[in-house]
């Protein structure tokens, strides 16, 4: 397993998760112009953009999905993968008291690990990483007994990383339109 932690996003670690992006990786796997985006809010505002990422109580501004649709932000934050750069990202979102989510929501983590590290463990410790947070930051006595993810069924390696980390199948559906429709996986791992 990739020698790696989670770190809160932070200005010292900023110029890393620039070099990043700027190298064409994206934190979003739905859309590859995320990096991009993400480079102009950070030259505008570094420090609003690193403390947008840890918005437990969900006020930040709405989110725009895929299709260009706006929705409300939910509670949620993320946590940068590091072993002394920036190796990903990983998030988690959620409504309080609560495991379900809104339906334009694919679940409750989303994780993408730069190309250039992947293969190597990164997503699964940061997801076991994250698991054991939650469980010890109460989520379950918060009304959050399980969570969600999902992997496309062409994506073995994603569905390799939830499995590892308890997550068992629960249905295949088809995502919803702003996503781009198509056939998907949601897997649930107990909290």
Not at 13 to 33: E, F, K
Not at 46 to 73: K, N
Not at 179 to 185: D, F, K
Request: with cysteine.
């Amino acid at each position: 397993m990739a020698p790696c932690t989670l770190i809160i996003p932070s200005l010292a670690a900023l110029p890393s998760y620039c070099a990043a992006l700027r190298r064409g990786w994206s934190p979003d796997n739905t859309r590859s112009v995320a990096g991009a985006e993400e480079l102009a809010r950070i030259e505008r505002d570094p420090a609003g953009f690193v403390a947008a990422l840890d918005d437990p109580e969900g006020r930040g501004g709405p989110i725009t999905l895929p299709d260009g649709s706006v929705v409300p932000r939910l509670p949620g934050f993320r946590r940068w993968i590091w072993d002394g750069e920036v190796a990903g990202s990983i998030g988690f979102r959620w409504q309080p008291g609560t495991a379900r989510l809104p339906a334009h929501v694919l679940g409750h983590i989303g994780y993408a690990v730069v190309p250039w590290k992947r293969n190597r463990g990164y997503a699964t410790a940061a997801l076991r990483l994250l698991l054991a947070a939650l469980r010890e930051a109460g989520m379950p006595s918060r009304g959050l007994s399980h969570v969600e993810l999902t992997a496309d069924p062409g994506n073995p390696a994603s569905q390799r990383v939830v499995t590892a980390n308890g997550g068992r199948l629960v249905e295949r559906f088809v995502k919803d339109a702003v996503y781009g429709g198509g056939e998907t996986l949601r897997f649930r791992i107990d909290l």
